[in-house]
């Protein structure tokens, strides 16, 4: 009911069509979240290869594996979704210039995020946290930001970088 009186208001006072995420703009990015869907990405390859080593998977264990393989899968999506709006909403003609191979950056983050989406070989992971990293350092360089390569503290533990902000 309340959805059909806006919609009539709107056909007689014609307002303007307004949309959402970053179209204000907010200018609020950072890749810290596609960094760490890449590593959740890794850390569920992980688990899900620790039920493939298993003899027998029990009724739980197949059902552990379902929820391993759906967010694996979720997270690879989350991957290709934080690395797009930093791409297309934040990169500009100066950063483009800047970072001269964003575009094929961006590109290859997208394919690999695929490929994980679709196996469940740790290599795969580890190459999306290596492009999603070198698209951090390219974000924090066209902020004019130092980085620095640590070992993340939990599991799995890989290398992440991170913005010098001290």
């Given at each position: ?78 991957v290709k979704e934080e ?84």
């Amino acid at each position: 009911m309340l959805h059909n009186l806006m919609k009539k208001l709107d056909q007689k006072l014609d307002f303007s069509t307004a949309s959402a995420h970053c179209d204000i703009p907010c200018k609020i990015y950072d890749p810290m979240s596609a960094q760490l869907a890449a590593l959740t990405v890794i850390r569920l390859l992980d688990l899900i290869q620790e039920l493939a080593d298993k003899d027998e998977l029990t009724l739980a264990d197949q059902a552990q594996l379902s929820r391993l393989i759906a967010q694996k899968e979720e997270h690879a999506f989350k991957v290709k979704e934080e690395v797009r709006i930093i791409w297309g909403d934040y990169f500009k003609q100066p950063q483009f210039e800047q970072i001269p191979n964003a575009h094929e950056l961006t590109h290859n983050i997208m394919l690999q995020a695929s490929k994980c989406k679709q196996h469940i070989d740790r290599t795969h992971g580890e190459a999306l946290l290596v492009l999603v990293n070198e698209f951090a350092e390219a974000f924090w360089k066209a902020k004019g930001v130092d980085t620095f390569t640590a070992t993340c503290p939990y599991p799995p533990a890989e290398n992440v970088v991170y913005p010098k902000l001290g």
